[in-house]
Nanobody
Framework: QVQLVESGGGLVQAGGSLRLSCAAS????????MGWYRQAPGNQRELVAR???????YYVDSVKGRFTISRDNAKNTVFLQMDSLKPVDTAVYYC?????????WGQGTQVTVSS
């Protein structure tokens, strides 16, 4: 059983930074790709960033150069460093673990960026 717990969300002014963390239980973390998604009110959930088990990263165009995804396999944790935040980044952020047959999701953490 895999459980994911996000933390680090909050309220920040435009131009500020936040660092999200996602702690995973289970023994498959080190061999699994991880991702961060977000969902704003009225919008579909969208992929923000993804990192493979070996550290290869992918970012959606809207966050390139501002967000950085990383992982610490020794601590079963994936991070999302968010800099130069904009009001359009306001959303609930979810981490996911890409399993072999299903994806596992955390409960989400709210990020609110004020203008």
């Amino acid at each position: 059983q895999v459980q994911l717990v996000e933390s680090g969300g909050g309220l920040v002014q435009a131009g500020g930074s936040l660092r999200l963390s996602c702690a995973a239980s289970g023994s498959i973390f080190s061999i699994a790709a991880m991702g961060w998604y977000r969902q704003a009110p009225g919008n579909q959930r969208e992929l923000v960033a993804r990192i493979s088990s070996t550290g290869t990263t992918y970012y959606v165009d809207s966050v390139k150069g501002r967000f950085t995804i990383s992982r610490d396999n020794a601590k079963n944790t994936v991070f999302l460093q968010m800099d130069s935040l904009k009001p359009v980044d306001t959303a609930v952020y979810y981490c996911t673990l890409y399993g072999t047959s299903i994806n596992y999701w955390g409960q989400g953490t709210q990020v609110t960026v004020s203008s």
